[in-house]
């Protein structure tokens, strides 16, 4: 359809969309390495980090290598890994197991990823980078021959009917020499770019799993500054790949979630539930008891690895970060591959010539970044298997440094989930009563400081509603209303309709966690992008 809008440009040497760890660091890098590259970084949120979420326990050797002295300027949330646990737990108690490998931290920080980032952004701002939160990349552009010049950002001021209303701005388009991507896991013109470029022809469809947070206050007589604790088994059951963090912060501060595998089978699991209940078990709940939450959130966090790793340039475009699938499942750790990524791709541009992405995917292989990726490769997709096999496998690529002659195979995490039919074998789950806050999902939502203007267009298309009400109910039972963290999605009674029901999106609620664009089993939700500035905005998570 032909855009008759009239509309203003931007032109940059490089548009970075996204300002996460990844997209901040290259364009810190790019600005240190040829200064007269003109760049900028759009950022849907509000503010920079209002929209980031992760554990987060970063390895610091990337961050050395960008920035040298940041030590003296830290991250206002910033704590020394100093001891780690690992717990196996069963409904009523725990067995503490030898700290795996890749999960020791002595040497590592606590950080909230938030908080790195917005420290990131002015440190590129003061390098000339010019950095526009609120503003959402909608579209992205294309010349004559199909080569990707740019990004269009998303109009402003348009009603829930399509209407313009009085604030209406039409979005400008910024072009560029070379746009990279920088979204985060799921993006959503990444999606669009993947399959107008083929770019996982040669890969196993990319997975993922839905982490929940909180952030905890507590007397600080609990807290020991730079504990981490993480564990597996209860309340997920042996198929279900779940498991915890908990890593004690300073002044009495604790930042605790639940990571719950989107490959999971049964149709009525309810991840963000299972992460309430966790925090009910006696080895947690005590911790917790008589403190408050300062925030909550929830992202998709993506677990593929190296089999399901795309091709990360096209023509006029490159992928970084989450992004391209860069997260180290088995050590929990995304930020320095992001980093890495992001430093690596700068150093590429400004090596070629106009700024090319050609060459970009085959620099990325032969790096540290996918080496990483390659010796873990069969750890995660073990547990497919369900948990007791996963931890053989794991131990076992652990002992020969993934040399396995084998790589497993990833598949669609929404090809997993059985029907209810063929369901009954599975355990009925016994989510127990909640005794500490938030007790229902909306007042969740509401630790989120999630906004959106009600009168915009929905942003979470649904293909056909129709097959919510015929086959999705009789087949899955309407999973969405429970893997959802945000009670976004409803099945409400309707007289008028054939079925007596239809199905309602209370996309005020979304926390842009995109569980739904991933997990629906039909594939027909797509999560595309609200005005600029909607959404959560997180505070220190």
Same mark, same amino acid.
């Given at each position: 359809?032909?855009?008759?809008?009239?509309?203003?440009?931007?032109?940059?040497?490089v548009?970075?969309?996204?300002?996460?760890?990844?997209?901040?660091?290259?364009?810190?890098?790019?600005?240190?390495?040829?200064p007269?590259?003109?760049?900028?970084?759009?950022e849907?949120?509000?503010?920079?980090?209002a929209?980031?979420?992760?554990?987060?326990?970063?390895?610091?050797?990337?961050?050395?290598?960008?920035?040298?002295?940041?030590?003296?300027?830290?991250?206002?949330?910033?704590?020394?890994?100093?001891?780690?646990?690992?717990?196996?737990?069963?409904?009523?108690?725990?067995?503490?197991?030898?700290?795996?490998?890749?999960?020791?931290?002595?040497?590592?920080?606590?950080?909230?990823?938030?908080?790195?980032?917005? #420290?990131?952004?002015?440190?590129?701002? $003061?390098l000339?980078?010019e950095?526009?939160?609120?503003?959402?990349?909608?579209?992205?552009?294309y010349?004559?021959?199909?080569?990707?010049?740019?990004?269009?950002?998303?109009?402003?001021?348009?009603?829930?009917?399509?209407?313009?209303?009085?604030?209406?701005?039409?979005?400008?388009?910024?072009? $560029?020499?070379?746009?990279?991507? $920088?979204?985060?896991?799921?993006?959503?013109?990444?999606?669009?770019?993947?399959?107008?470029f083929g770019?996982?022809?040669?890969?196993?469809?990319?997975?993922?799993?839905?982490?929940?947070?909180?952030?905890?206050?507590?007397?600080?007589?609990?807290?020991?500054?730079?504990?981490?604790?993480?564990?597996?088994?209860?309340?997920?059951?042996?198929?279900?790949?779940?498991?915890?963090?908990?890593?004690?912060?300073?002044?009495?501060?604790?930042?605790?979630?639940?990571?719950?595998?989107?490959?999971?089978?049964?149709?009525?699991?309810?991840?963000?539930?299972?992460?309430?209940? #966790?925090?009910?078990?006696?080895?947690?709940?005590?911790?917790?008891?008589?403190?408050?939450?300062?925030?909550?959130?929830?992202?998709?966090?993506v677990?593929?690895?190296?089999?399901?790793?795309?091709?990360?340039?096209?023509?006029?475009?490159l992928?970084?970060?989450?992004?391209?699938?860069?997260?180290?499942?088995p050590?929990?750790?995304?930020?320095?591959?992001?980093?890495?990524?992001?430093?690596?791709?700068?150093?590429?541009?400004?090596?070629?010539?106009?700024?090319?992405?050609?060459?970009?995917?085959?620099?990325?292989?032969?790096?540290?970044?996918?080496?990483?990726?390659?010796?873990?490769?069969?750890?995660?997709?073990?547990?497919?298997?369900?948990?007791?096999?996963?931890?053989?496998? $794991?131990?076992?690529?652990?002992?020969i440094?993934?040399?396995?002659? #084998?790589?497993?195979?990833?598949?669609?995490?929404?090809?997993?989930?059985?029907?209810?039919?063929?369901?009954?074998?599975?355990?009925?789950r016994?989510?127990?009563?909640?005794?500490?806050?938030?007790?229902?999902?909306?007042?969740?939502?509401?630790?989120?400081?999630?906004?959106?203007?009600?009168?915009?267009?929905?942003?979470?298309?649904?293909?056909?509603?129709?097959?919510?009400?015929?086959?999705?109910?009789?087949?899955?039972?309407?999973?969405?209303?429970?893997?959802?963290?945000?009670?976004?999605?409803?099945?409400?009674?309707?007289?008028?309709?054939?079925?007596?029901?239809?199905?309602?999106?209370?996309?005020?609620?979304?926390?842009?966690?995109?569980?739904?664009?991933?997990?629906?089993?039909?594939?027909?939700?797509?999560?595309?992008?609200?005005?600029?500035?909607?959404?959560?905005?997180?505070?220190?998570?």
């Amino acid at each position: 359809m032909t855009d008759t809008v009239e509309r203003d440009q931007m032109p940059y040497d490089v548009v970075v969309v996204g300002a996460g760890p990844a997209g901040l660091s290259f364009a810190i890098r790019l600005k240190q390495l040829n200064p007269e590259i003109s760049v900028c970084v759009i950022e849907k949120a509000s503010t920079v980090g209002a929209q980031i979420l992760s554990g987060a326990v970063i390895e610091t050797g990337p961050l050395d290598a960008l920035l040298p002295d940041w030590r003296s300027n830290p991250p206002p949330v910033c704590v020394d890994a100093l001891e780690d646990e690992f717990w196996l737990l069963s409904k009523t108690g725990g067995r503490k197991l030898p700290v795996p490998p890749g999960m020791h931290n002595k040497g590592n920080v606590i950080v909230s990823l938030g908080a790195l980032c917005a #420290w990131l952004a002015p440190q590129a701002e $003061a390098l000339g980078v010019e950095i526009f939160p609120g503003f959402a990349a909608a579209e992205t552009l294309y010349d004559d021959t199909g080569r990707v010049i740019g990004v269009r950002i998303g109009d402003m001021g348009i009603a829930k009917d399509g209407s313009h209303k009085g604030s209406y701005t039409p979005g400008i388009d910024i072009v $560029a020499k070379c746009t990279v991507l $920088a979204e985060g896991a799921r993006g959503s013109l990444t999606k669009q770019l993947v399959k107008r470029f083929g770019l996982d022809a040669e890969s196993d469809p990319q997975a993922y799993s839905i982490g929940i947070k909180e952030l905890w206050q507590v007397p600080e007589d609990r807290v020991t500054p730079g504990k981490i604790v993480h564990t597996l088994g209860w309340p997920a059951d042996s198929q279900t790949y779940g498991g915890s963090f908990l890593y004690h912060l300073d002044k009495g501060r604790i930042a605790l979630g639940y990571v719950s595998g989107l490959d999971y089978q049964d149709p009525e699991y309810k991840p963000w539930e299972a992460f309430q209940q #966790w925090k009910a078990h006696p080895m947690i709940a005590p911790l917790l008891e008589g403190g408050s939450i300062l925030s909550a959130g929830a992202r998709a966090i993506v677990t593929g690895g190296f089999q399901s790793l795309p091709r990360v340039e096209m023509p006029g475009a490159l992928l970084i970060g989450d992004t391209a699938g860069l997260l180290n499942v088995p050590k929990i750790k995304g930020t320095h591959q992001a980093i890495r990524s992001g430093m690596l791709a700068a150093e590429h541009l400004v090596a070629s010539d106009e700024l090319s992405s050609a060459g970009f995917d085959a620099a990325l292989r032969a790096s540290p970044v996918v080496s990483e990726l390659r010796s873990v490769r069969n750890i995660k997709p073990g547990f497919k298997k369900g948990l007791w096999f996963g931890m053989a496998n $794991a131990a076992w690529e652990t002992l020969i440094g993934g040399r396995s002659p #084998w790589t497993l195979k990833v598949t669609p995490d929404w090809s997993s989930l059985k029907r209810v039919d063929e369901a009954g074998a599975i355990v009925p789950r016994d989510y127990v009563t909640r005794t500490l806050a938030p007790r229902d999902r909306l007042q969740g939502v509401f630790y989120a400081s999630t906004a959106h203007d009600e009168d915009q267009p929905i942003h979470l298309h649904v293909a056909d509603t129709n097959v919510c009400v015929t086959r999705c109910a009789e087949e899955y039972n309407n999973p969405c209303t429970r893997f959802c963290p945000a009670g976004v999605y409803e099945m409400v009674e309707d007289t008028s309709a054939a079925s007596g029901k239809r199905l309602q999106i209370n996309a005020a609620n979304c926390v842009h966690c995109k569980t739904c664009d991933i997990k629906d089993p039909y594939q027909i939700i797509n999560w595309v992008t609200p005005e600029g500035g909607s959404g959560p905005n997180y505070q220190n998570l």
